[in-house]
């Protein structure tokens, strides 16, 4: 079967830093996403990684290793505006989208 | 430029009934994709159409389907509403330039109520 897990729930306070881990097991690997989703609206895409290494945008960087299965987004100077959820999603070898159940992330002051 | 599309914004029906949702994508697009998403899962796939043929479909029941018009717009439909279809219904849309994989854009969703 296929599976992504991430943690259920974190917890930063504003101006830290936070990693949210994304592993996976799926049938093929075409890509991995990042999407942030705020209570109640749609996800908004964040970021795409399908080679090895770390790709930097602004205050959010995402990570994959493909032999590890592995992804990582780290979210630099929390602001309370980053109070979300973080979904991460894999591209199978179908080319659909695997989805994780999400991380929820709460921002403290 | 506007975004993705979805109409009503909410929904109330009861059991039984049918319900038909509808996206219009972002200008350009031809790829559409439906999304089923229950509070605190992540989205689970229903449908892709592009260029109105079925690209792909997930693990739904037969009483779930779709379709998607010249104009790129795309309806998805219930039938036999059950209380386990009460989620929100989401919409992406992509470019598919035919290349490889596409960034999907996602509509405001619908929220579907089944008493």
């Known amino acids: 079967g296929q599976n992504i897990d991430q943690p259920t729930e974190m917890t930063a306070t504003e101006g830290a830093i936070v990693q949210i881990n994304c592993t996976y097991q799926?049938?093929?690997?075409?890509?991995l996403f990042w999407y942030q989703q705020h209570a109640g609206e749609a996800p908004t895409f964040l970021s795409y990684?399908?080679l090895d290494g770390l790709e930097e945008k602004g205050r959010f960087s995402s990570f994959l290793s493909r032999s590890k299965g592995y992804s990582y987004l780290l979210l630099k100077e929390l602001q309370m505006k980053d109070s979300a959820s973080y979904l991460c999603?894999?591209?199978?070898?179908?080319?659909?989208?695997?989805w994780g159940a999400g991380t929820k992330l709460i921002i403290k002051p | 430029d506007a975004g993705v599309t979805q109409s009503p914004t909410h929904l109330i029906k009861t059991r039984g009934q049918h319900v038909t949702l509808r996206c219009s994508p972002i200008?350009?697009?031809?790829?559409v994709s439906w999304y089923q998403q229950v509070l605190g899962q992540g989205p689970q796939f229903i449908f892709q159409?592009?260029?109105?043929?079925?690209?792909g479909r997930g693990n739904f029941p037969d009483r779930f389907s779709a379709r998607q018009f010249p104009n790129y717009s795309s309806e998805l439909n219930v039938n036999a509403l059950l209380l386990g279809d009460s989620a929100l219904y989401l919409c992406?849309?992509?470019?598919?330039?035919?290349?490889?994989?596409?960034?999907?854009?996602f509509g405001p969703g619908t929220r579907l109520l089944v008493l």
């Open positions: 992406a849309s992509s470019l598919e330039t035919g290349g490889d994989v596409e960034t999907q854009y």
């Open positions: 200008s350009g697009h031809k790829s």
């Open positions: 159409y592009y260029e109105k043929e079925e690209r």
């Open positions: 799926t049938s093929g690997f075409n890509g």
């Open positions: 990684n399908v």
């Open positions: 999603a894999v591209i199978d070898s179908n080319y659909q989208l695997i």
